[in-house]
């Protein structure tokens, strides 16, 4: 890592911790519920950028796994308001429960889906997991007892276990998602470092090299869908308590779409760069409309004619998006096999790999 880049990070590290406290100083607590969504957004963005960005799997049903993690949120909050067992058990309102019963749910759903959409490459790998985004998204607005089209509206969020913590404090709560995000940074990192990091890059590269070696890219590839499955649960649980509500517009295309441009903005295949292009997205979103609103009434619901543009700029001029230019990698245009990734291309075009992995030698497979 080089210093300018530890530098951004660490004075971006220091904004977000310093954050709460200027703000209630300043009496502008409105800006912790933002940053707070922010981060939540960013945990999505960066599981997503995991998959995509270091395994080319361009994933358009993303938030599927978010709204799921919401939707625990969700039904154990029914459950619990009515007295009404779910499967036979008292259902809970502890937030790390909740948060685990999220991640695990989430990272079945993406094992299953993952399993069937890595058979298949490009095009249908996008429309494969559309697809099943976009059944459980009419699942959940079939399922009346939840809410149906029109959701779930939450009286309150989670409890810590012993009440230590009060997760109604938007200060408190902002710190637990500046927590969870930080540590699936770490875990992020370590995964994108390691040798189960190096094959992922390398199938990217060239699936055939990397299973010629005796690597077993489906698994592989299977394994980094699941974790970025968890942790879009997790977040969908942080935004069902932070918005104090759940619904089928969780687990739509559109949300999948945002999370996509999320990770354009920031940078594809940074790790860290998602985080900026959220930061990015939510505060566009937040203040172009009440830019437009003020120049004509009515122009604020307009706003993404002018994200268009600069997505479109930060595509062509800024190599690695906002995170890569505050690196200092400026000047050209993204390269087009940081957004496609191997799954758009031919599997078999010759193409080199830069890869140092060592082969593998519990396949059994003769290298």
Same mark, same amino acid.
């Given at each position: 890592?080089?210093?300018?880049?530890?530098?951004?990070?660490?004075?971006?590290?220091?904004?977000?911790?310093?954050?709460?406290?200027?703000?209630?100083?300043?009496?502008?607590?409105?800006?912790?519920?933002?940053?707070?969504?922010?981060?939540?957004?960013?945990?999505?963005?960066?599981?997503?950028?995991?998959?995509?960005?270091?395994?080319?799997?361009?994933?358009?049903?993303?938030?599927?796994?978010? &709204?799921?993690?919401?939707?625990?949120?969700?039904?154990?909050?029914? #459950?619990?308001?009515?007295?009404?067992?779910?499967?036979?058990?008292?259902? +809970?309102?502890?937030?790390?429960?909740?948060?685990?019963?999220?991640?695990?749910?989430?990272?079945?759903?993406?094992?299953?889906?993952? !399993?069937?959409?890595?058979?298949?490459?490009?095009?249908?790998?996008?429309?494969? +997991?559309?697809?099943?985004?976009?059944?459980?998204?009419?699942?959940?607005?079939?399922?009346?007892?939840?809410?149906?089209?029109?959701?779930?509206?939450?009286?309150?969020?989670?409890?810590?276990?012993?009440?230590?913590?009060?997760? #109604?404090?938007?200060?408190?709560?902002?710190?637990?998602?500046?927590?969870?995000?930080?540590?699936?940074?770490?875990?992020?990192?370590?995964?994108?470092?390691?040798?189960?990091?190096?094959?992922?890059?390398?199938?990217?590269?060239?699936?055939?090299?990397?299973?010629?070696?005796?690597?077993?890219?489906?698994?592989?590839?299977?394994?980094?869908?699941?974790?970025?499955?968890?942790?879009?649960?997790?977040?969908?649980?942080?935004?069902?308590?932070?918005?104090?509500?759940?619904?089928?517009?969780?687990?739509?295309?559109?949300?999948?779409?945002?999370?996509?441009?999320?990770?354009?903005?920031?940078?594809?295949?940074?790790?860290?760069?998602?985080?900026?292009?959220?930061?990015?997205?939510?505060?566009?979103?937040?203040?172009?409309?009440?830019?437009?609103?003020?120049?004509?009434?009515?122009?604020?619901?307009?706003?993404?004619?002018?994200?268009?543009?600069?997505?479109?700029?930060?595509?062509?001029?800024?190599?690695? &998006?906002?995170?890569?230019?505050?690196?200092?990698?400026?000047?050209?245009?993204?390269?087009?096999?940081?957004? +496609?990734?191997?799954?758009?291309?031919?599997?078999?075009?010759?193409?080199? !790999?830069?890869?140092?992995?060592?082969?593998?030698?519990? +396949?059994?497979?003769?290298?």
């Amino acid at each position: 890592m080089r210093t300018r880049e530890k530098i951004v990070l660490l004075i971006t590290l220091a904004v977000l911790l310093l954050l709460p406290m200027v703000a209630e100083a300043t009496g502008n607590s409105f800006y912790i519920r933002l940053a707070a969504r922010i981060l939540i957004l960013a945990l999505a963005a960066v599981s997503l950028d995991l998959i995509l960005g270091f395994g080319g799997m361009v994933s358009f049903g993303h938030a599927a796994f978010v &709204g799921l993690g919401g939707y625990v949120v969700g039904i154990m909050f029914y #459950h619990d308001f009515n007295a009404e067992p779910i499967l036979g058990l008292d259902a +809970t309102q502890s937030f790390l429960a909740i948060l685990a019963m999220a991640a695990v749910v989430s990272a079945m759903f993406a094992l299953v889906i993952g !399993a069937i959409c890595l058979r298949t490459r490009g095009i249908s790998f996008i429309m494969i +997991t559309l697809a099943f985004a976009q059944m459980l998204y009419f699942l959940m607005v079939a399922a009346r007892k939840y809410g149906g089209e029109d959701g779930l509206a939450l009286w309150n969020r989670n409890e810590m276990p012993g009440g230590v913590v009060d997760l #109604h404090d938007h200060a408190v709560f902002y710190f637990v998602c500046l927590g969870l995000l930080l540590a699936f940074l770490f875990i992020g990192y370590r995964v994108v470092h390691s040798r189960f990091g190096r094959v992922l890059r390398g199938a990217k590269d060239n699936e055939r090299r990397m299973t010629a070696l005796g690597f077993p890219v489906y698994r592989y590839r299977l394994a980094a869908f699941v974790i970025a499955g968890a942790a879009a649960g997790v977040s969908g649980a942080l935004l069902a308590n932070y918005t104090m509500f759940v619904g089928p517009s969780y687990l739509s295309w559109t949300q999948s779409g945002e999370l996509i441009v999320m990770v354009v903005l920031g940078g594809i295949g940074t790790l860290f760069g998602p985080v900026f292009g959220a930061a990015a997205f939510v505060l566009l979103e937040e203040f172009i409309p009440e830019i437009l609103n003020h120049v004509r009434d009515g122009w604020g619901e307009h706003w993404q004619i002018l994200l268009g543009p600069i997505l479109l700029f930060i595509v062509l001029f800024a190599r690695n &998006g906002l995170y890569g230019a505050l690196r200092g990698q400026t000047g050209g245009p993204m390269l087009a096999p940081d957004l +496609t990734g191997a799954d758009l291309t031919e599997p078999d075009r010759p193409k080199d !790999a830069d890869v140092s992995v060592e082969p593998a030698t519990d +396949t059994g497979r003769p290298v």
